[in-house]
């Protein structure tokens, strides 16, 4: 070989190498600000962002409302001790009653929990005919339960909403509230409130696929030691099923997805791009996607910066329009303007090879579902609705590693659906387990997880 052939092969090594040092340094630089990486996974010595401006000073302002302890009803106080004051404070004994109204301080305390148990007693007959003993039976409503609605629903409150492990919500129970109770016990339970819930999660699939509007996501969920698997969710504004799926496929996400016809707000996953109708593509996606550009040399960087900047303008408009701060009219009517300017720069930066330029070609690829937002003003540009229903689901993984049987998998939906529908709701999660299980026991049906007064109005 050559010197001009050898320094020529020298050269382009060293270009093939420029090039694999700016991608390992960008995938070393990924976390939860440029990329879709949660927070838990970035490395320990990134730098707390700094707010943009000064914090307030923690503690209550001067003329600030009142926050008092309101007294509990009347009915809710066992005793009464009355205090009568025997000297003044100049000293003086001679005192006497006033009509005004006495202060009243109330000390609130939980007694030793006591359960109520039901004995059935069977007495045994003997037959004077045949000589056979002889027992009246159970009643088909006892027959079906061990435990009662009090303590299926605190199970599910334990195990579902506050995302105890098994042991500890076992030791709650044998412990705080006197049930003698073992593993299997519990397990036992879980399965009976996955039958008791099962109608009512069927509804609420039902109610969410009705709406205009719906925001689907989905994260990790293990299904055993060995399997992955992936729970998805799909919410409005009243309420939000959930769904465990082997596969983060597309075949998922239409079993999700379903009838629904409405308005999807989601990310750019590509299991959502058989759904053809209105999608609005998540601006809090796209923002961390532009930081990630922004980050990188040359002339590339320059483009994502100035994409990072208008999505940061872009949002901060829409927050105003949900604050009141500003008219929807004029939002609109400032709009058309940055829509031309993220277009362009996003098109300016699809001739670049790399990823980066494989970005911004996946983002135009979803052009004519990133204003939708603009047009309809229900609509939000962000999944955070998604993404904060999904979050207790996420904080439990992280604590049980996902679910080891079907069983398991059928209680997760059913019981992460009761306690986001009734959050939505503004309804009381283990007021409505109980009276769910109180019908199922004595087979009558159950109540639906939806409010209903007078006609269901869609939402948003």
């Given at each position: 070989m050559d010197k001009d052939a050898y320094i020529n092969k020298l050269e382009n090594e060293i270009v093939q190498l420029k090039k694999r040092i700016e991608e390992l340094e960008r995938l070393l630089g990924m976390n939860s600000k440029n990329s879709s990486n949660p927070p838990s996974s970035n490395p320990p010595?990134?730098?707390?962002?700094?707010?943009?401006?000064?914090?307030?000073?923690?503690?209550?302002?001067?003329?600030?409302?009142?926050?008092?302890?309101?007294?509990?009803?009347?009915?809710?106080?066992?005793?009464?001790?009355?205090?009568?004051?025997?000297?003044?404070?100049?000293?003086?004994?001679?005192?006497?009653?006033?009509?005004?109204?006495?202060?009243?301080?109330?000390?609130?305390?939980?007694?030793?929990?006591?359960?109520?148990?039901?004995?059935?007693?069977?007495?045994?007959?003997?037959?004077?005919?045949?000589?056979?003993f002889v027992y009246q039976p159970l009643p088909d409503e006892v027959k079906r339960k061990h435990f009662g609605p009090g303590v299926l629903s605190i199970v599910g409150i334990l195990t579902g909403d506050l995302n105890t492990s098994k042991r500890k919500a076992l030791a709650m129970m044998n412990e705080v509230f006197s049930v003698p109770m073992s593993l299997g016990g519990l397990s036992n339970c879980e399965a009976q409130l996955t039958d008791v819930l099962e109608q009512p999660y069927n509804k609420v699939a039902e109610h969410v696929?009705?709406?205009?509007?719906?925001?689907?996501?989905?994260?990790?969920?293990?299904?055993?030691?060995?399997?992955?698997?992936?729970?998805?969710?799909?919410?409005?504004?009243?309420?939000?099923?959930?769904?465990?799926?082997?596969?983060?496929?597309?075949?998922?996400?239409?079993?999700?997805?379903?009838?629904?016809?409405?308005?999807?707000?989601?990310?750019?996953?590509?299991?959502?791009?058989?759904?053809?109708?209105?999608?609005?593509?998540?601006?809090?996606?796209?923002?961390?996607?532009?930081?990630?550009?922004?980050?990188?040399r040359g002339v590339i960087g320059k483009i994502g910066l100035k994409l990072y900047s208008l999505a940061g303008k872009i949002l901060k408009l829409r927050k105003r329009v949900r604050d009141g701060t500003l008219q929807w009219k004029t939002f609109q009517r400032r709009m058309p303007e940055l829509q031309k300017r993220v277009e362009s720069l996003l098109r300016s930066g699809a001739h670049f090879d790399g990823k980066l330029g494989g970005k911004c070609r996946d983002i135009l690829e979803h052009e004519k579902y990133l204003w939708t937002f603009v047009q309809d003003q229900r609509v939000e540009p962000t999944n955070n609705a998604a993404e904060r229903v999904v979050r207790q689901a996420v904080l439990w993984r992280k604590g049980s590693f996902g679910t080891q049987s079907e069983r398991g998998a059928r209680y997760v939906e059913r019981i992460l659906t009761v306690c986001a529908t009734c959050r939505l709701q503004g309804q009381s999660t283990i007021e409505y387990l109980r009276e769910a299980c109180r019908c199922h026991l004595n087979g009558i049906p159950v109540p639906s997880l939806i409010k209903t007064t007078g006609s269901l109005v869609k939402s948003a």
């Open positions: 010595g990134m730098p707390a962002e700094l707010p943009r401006r000064r914090r307030k000073k923690r503690g209550a302002r001067n003329g600030h409302q009142p926050h008092l302890k309101s007294l509990l009803p009347q009915e809710f106080v066992k005793s009464h001790i009355h205090l009568k004051a025997k000297v003044c404070t100049c000293g003086s004994t001679n005192l006497k009653e006033t009509d005004q109204e006495p202060l009243r301080h109330q000390c609130v305390d939980i007694p030793p929990i006591v359960p109520h148990v039901t004995e059935y007693i069977q007495h045994i007959s003997e037959c004077k005919d045949c000589g056979a696929r009705e709406q205009d509007i719906g925001h689907a996501d989905e994260t990790g969920w293990p299904r055993g030691n060995r399997q992955k698997g992936w729970l998805w969710v799909l919410c409005c504004g009243t309420a939000a099923f959930f769904m465990i799926h082997a596969n983060r496929s597309r075949q998922a996400a239409r079993k999700l997805i379903g009838g629904f016809a409405g308005k999807l707000v989601s990310d750019r996953y590509n299991s959502y791009k058989f759904y053809t109708l209105i999608r609005q593509i998540c601006w809090a996606h796209l923002k961390r996607d532009f930081k990630a550009i922004s980050e990188a």
